[in-house]
């Protein structure tokens, strides 16, 4: 495979004052240092392209405006920002299964993942099948039905390529809905930093009172066994591999799908009375998507404010669709979808 080589977005921030920016300010100057963002997913993977940092020298533009207790306070002129990004497109996304080269021995293949602990792919020995669990460049080693040793390099995306699932912090003062996984059997591959469970000192809130709790997991995709619930704690981002199985022993993979942790989303939408509500794809396309009003009792005794037509046939254009009855005036929660 030839070498990724990065290029460099750079974006000019204008000031106050409409004036371009001095030649002098550079960004990434060689020796510069690094700049380290923390939390970033994408850069834990990527350990080769950093963040650089804004070299800026004196400039006669950056002048003082005033003084206040002996303090020099200057007037932003330009400035610069940048990150590097990969030049081509990954070959796999998150999830995708991998195309094998010809003439893979997959019991062979099979127990050489086992025995080397290959990071970054799921291994469907049943299914003959590896999916991509993880981002960056991966290495997988195929057994050939000769004998050999095929060692193959590739370029993965730490997220998938269509519509995720998503589940939202379920911690307060977020309080999204846990996901229920009672009578499914499921395990989730994806990056220690989501899915390796942190406990300490938990803050929660029950009935407007908040209680202390200890021991308990306070960061990490965590899966009750007492309940069969999922929850996301820690305000984490990122998204991970989930695979459903037939049975608790986990031999038979039935499904993969991607799973991304993140905070709560509302995007408010304009509706009108008697037409079907549209969604907000943000990104991902709409075709399929079925309105699922939320449940609100109103208080004023004048009706419900959404009606989801359900329609009498599956194929019909308007079933599963959503309508606005009434405006929800002050509350907009009222009419959420």
Not at 280 to 300: E, F, I, K, Q
Request: glycine share 10%.
């Amino acid at each position: 495979m030839s070498r990724t080589t990065p290029i460099l977005f750079v974006m000019a921030l204008a000031a106050a004052v409409a004036r371009a920016a001095d030649s002098s300010f550079t960004l990434g100057v060689p020796g510069a240092p690094g700049m380290s963002v923390g939390g970033s997913t994408w850069q834990t993977a990527n350990p080769n392209y950093p963040a650089m940092s804004v070299v800026a020298p004196a400039s006669r533009d950056a002048q003082s405006s005033h003084e206040i207790a002996g303090e020099e306070t200057v007037r932003l002129a330009a400035s610069e920002a940048g990150f590097p990004i990969e030049r081509t497109k990954p070959e796999y996304y998150l999830g995708d299964v991998v195309q094998p080269p010809p003439g893979v021995d997959w019991p062979a293949t099979y127990h050489n993942f086992t025995t080397n602990d290959t990071h970054g792919f799921l291994f469907d020995p049943a299914g003959q099948r590896v999916f991509v669990t993880s981002g960056g460049t991966l290495r997988f080693d195929w057994v050939l039905t000769d004998g050999s040793v095929a060692e193959m390099s590739y370029v993965t995306s730490p997220s998938c390529s269509g519509r995720p699932r998503r589940i939202y912090w379920t911690d307060y003062p977020y309080n999204g809905p846990p996901v229920d996984l009672r009578g499914k059997f499921t395990k989730f591959f994806g990056p220690d930093a989501l899915l390796k469970p942190v406990y300490g000192v938990y803050t929660n809130s029950a009935g407007g009172i908040e209680q202390v709790l200890t021991n308990r997991v306070v960061s990490g995709l965590w899966y009750d066994q007492s309940t069969r619930m999922l929850y996301a704690y820690g305000q984490l981002e990122g998204q991970v591999v989930m695979a459903y199985y037939d049975s608790g022993t986990c031999e038979k993979l039935l499904h993969v799908q991607t799973v991304e942790i993140c905070r709560p989303q509302v995007n408010v939408l304009k509706g009108e009375i008697g037409r079907a509500l549209k969604p907000d794809g943000r990104g991902y396309g709409t075709a399929g998507l079925r309105a699922r009003p939320t449940v609100v009792s109103p208080t004023d005794d004048r009706g419900e404010y959404l009606y989801p037509h359900p329609g009498r046939d599956s194929h019909r254009p308007k079933n599963g669709a959503g309508f606005p009855l009434r405006p929800p005036r002050d509350c907009r929660w009222s009419a959420a979808v």
